[in-house]
C-alpha cells in the first residue's frame, strides 16, 4: 500500500513537472521595484489570436503583482510572439526487434509537422532590456481550433508562462 502512494505520487509529480513552462530572467534585477505593466505599443492586439493574448495577459497581471496601465506610465512592457517551428517525426527505436544481423536501434525521422509556440517576455519600458522570458513547451492551438475553445487554450497557456513571474531565484 505504501509503495503504490510513492509510485502514485512520483507519477503527479513527474506529470506536474512535465507542464511547467521553461524561462529565464536578469537575475541583477529586483523585481519587486517593478509594480506597473502594460502591453507593448508594438503589439499586435487587432488580430484575433492577438487580441486573446492581450485579454487573458491583462486579466493575469494583476495577480502577478502588476497594475495595468498605460504604455507611457508602465514600468514594464508585455511582449508576445508566436514563434515559427518545425517539429520531426520520429521512431521509437526497437532494442528487442532484429532485421537480418543487425538490432532495430535507431530513431528514424518519418515527417516533419509546422507550428507555432507561444513566447512572453517583459522589458523595462523606453529601454527595451529584457528582464524576463518565457516560451509555452506545447504547440500553440492549431487553426482547426475556434472560437470558445481556442481562447480557453489561450489562456491556458498565458496562465502557465505567467505562473513563472516574479521568477524565485
Known sequence: MFIF?????????????GCAAPYDYAEDTDFRAFTSVALAP?????????ARIGAAAKAMLPARGLRLTTPDQASLWLHYRLLQETRLLT?????????????DDE??????VRQQRLELWLTQAHSGRVLWRSKHPRAFPA?????????????????????NYPPRP
Open 143 to 163: 487553426d482547426n481550433i475556434k472560437g470558445m475553445e481556442r481562447r480557453r487554450r489561450i489562456e491556458q497557456q498565458v496562465a502557465e508562462l505567467l505562473r
Open 91 to 103: 521512431t521509437t527505436p526497437s532494442m528487442f526487434s532484429r532485421h537480418g544481423n543487425l538490432w
Open 42 to 50: 508594438s503589439g499586435d492586439v487587432h488580430s484575433l489570436d492577438g
Open 5 to 17: 502512494f510513492i509510485f502514485r505520487l512520483f507519477a503527479l509529480t513527474l506529470l506536474l513537472s
Open 107 to 112: 530513431e528514424r525521422v518519418y515527417g516533419a
